[in-house]
C-alpha cells in the first residue's frame, strides 16, 4: 500500500513561513497524477489550498494565492507547500493527498495530517 508521510508543521508567528513536505512511498503505485494539500480548521470544513500536477501545472485556492506555493520532486515522489505571510486564518490541520495509479486504477491517498498553528 500507499503511504503519504508529512513534516514540516509547527508553530509560527502572524507573517510567519512554514514549509511542509509530504513523501509518497510504497511498493503499490507506478505513478501520481495530482498531488495537493487540503486543510480542515476546527468547525470548518476541509478545503482545498493547493494542487499541482505531474507536469508542474499548480493551482491554488484563492485565499493563499500569492502567499503559498506548492513545488513537487517526481524523482523523490514528494510534494511540497512554502507557506509564506502566514495568518491566524491559515491555522488548520493540512493534509497530504495524492492521486495514485497501480497501473490499473486511480485512488486518493491522505495524509496522516499535520498542525500548522499561527500565532496573532
Known amino acids: 500500500q500507499v503511504q503519504l508521510l508529512e513534516s514540516g508543521g509547527g508553530l509560527v508567528q502572524a507573517g510567519g513561513s512554514l514549509r511542509l513536505s509530504c513523501a509518497a512511498s510504497?511498493?503499490?503505485?507506478?505513478?501520481?497524477?495530482?498531488m495537493g494539500w487540503y486543510r480542515q480548521a476546527p468547525g470548518k470544513q476541509r478545503e482545498l489550498v493547493a494542487v499541482i500536477t505531474s507536469s508542474m501545472r499548480p493551482n491554488y485556492a484563492d485565499s493563499v494565492k500569492g502567499r503559498f506555493t506548492i513545488s513537487r520532486d517526481n524523482a523523490k515522489n514528494t510534494v511540497y507547500l512554502q507557506m509564506n505571510s502566514l495568518k491566524a486564518e491559515d491555522t488548520a490541520v493540512y493534509y497530504c493527498?495524492?492521486?495514485?495509479?497501480?497501473?490499473?486504477?486511480?485512488?486518493?491517498?491522505w495524509g496522516q495530517g499535520t498542525q500548522v498553528t499561527v500565532s496573532s
Open positions: 493527498n495524492a492521486q495514485i495509479s497501480n497501473g490499473i486504477e486511480w485512488r486518493d491517498y
Open positions: 510504497g511498493s503499490s503505485f507506478t505513478s501520481i497524477n495530482v
